[in-house]
């Protein structure tokens, strides 16, 4: 089986001992994802806009592989605040509005003081 390693290209996270995404087989891991803009810093304002520039860079990490949302089948949310449940839901329901794969969420502490990380699992035979 061959595997291919997607690298790092966001100057906010270039550095990392990581990934962005790795393709074994057809399966694709990204890497968590955060609410960075393109010149790797965390973007302004409430988990709306976090979940939303952490989706798209979710995205992007996945059409780098080939991907795209359609082919998810397994997100895992972290959410700094459970309090941003339902308005997070909102968000994702907009990413992930016909395909709807199968997620985790859970609370807890981000590292880099964002509100929310997202990681995804693709499938592309």
Not at 14 to 39: C, H, I, M, W, Y
Request: proline fraction near 3%.
């Amino acid at each position: 089986m061959a595997i291919d390693y997607f690298a790092e290209d966001n100057p906010g996270t270039r550095t990392l001992p990581r990934s962005l995404a790795t393709k074994a087989g057809d399966f694709v891991f990204v890497s968590g994802q955060v609410a960075r803009n393109e010149d790797g810093s965390i973007v302004a304002g409430g988990i709306e806009a976090h979940a939303r520039q952490t989706l798209r860079n979710v995205a992007h990490v996945l059409a780098l592989a080939g991907c795209t949302l359609e082919d998810v089948v397994k997100t895992t949310v972290w959410l700094e605040d459970a309090r941003d449940f339902d308005e997070f839901n909102r968000v994702y329901g907009e990413f992930f509005c016909a395909n709807k794969p199968s997620r985790s969420t859970l609370e807890a502490k981000n590292m880099v003081g964002t509100k929310v990380e997202i990681e995804v699992i693709a499938y592309k035979p």
